[in-house]
């Protein structure tokens, strides 16, 4: 079992920049592979980022260049540093694990609501 908890989430006008952590209560680096997820309102929940845990990452098409996820092990979180932020961005973001046993994610946050004023 992984408990992940978000926090960072607020209210920010286009163009500023937020930091969203997720504490694992395991070990960040022993979890194969750690992502952001949001769901906007009235949409489908969309894939953000992705850290694997030899370091590879991937993000989708519309964040790349702008966010950036990283491990912090030492601290068992993961960040995901926001900049250049567009009202699209708004969502609740959710953090999750995969443990790396059945190839999709086991584990989720509650999520933390990120808006993005224009």
């Known amino acids: 079992q992984v408990q992940l908890v978000e926090s960072g989430g607020g209210l920010v006008q286009a163009g500023g920049s937020l930091t969203l952590s997720c504490a694992a209560s395991?070990?960040?680096?022993?979890?194969?592979?750690m992502g952001w997820f949001r769901q906007a309102p009235g949409k489908e929940r969309e894939f953000v980022a992705a850290?694997?845990?030899?370091?590879?990452?991937f993000y989708s098409d519309s964040v790349k260049g702008r966010f950036t996820i990283s491990r912090d092990n030492a601290k068992n979180t993961v960040l995901l540093q926001m900049n250049s932020l567009k009202p699209e961005d708004t969502a609740v973001y959710y953090c999750?694990?995969?443990?790396?046993?059945?190839?999709?994610?086991?584990?989720w946050g509650q999520g933390t609501q990120v808006t993005v004023s224009s």
């Open positions: 999750a694990a995969d443990a790396g046993l059945q190839g999709n994610y086991d584990y």
């Open positions: 395991r070990r960040t680096s022993s979890i194969y592979r």
């Open positions: 850290i694997w845990s030899g370091e590879t990452i």
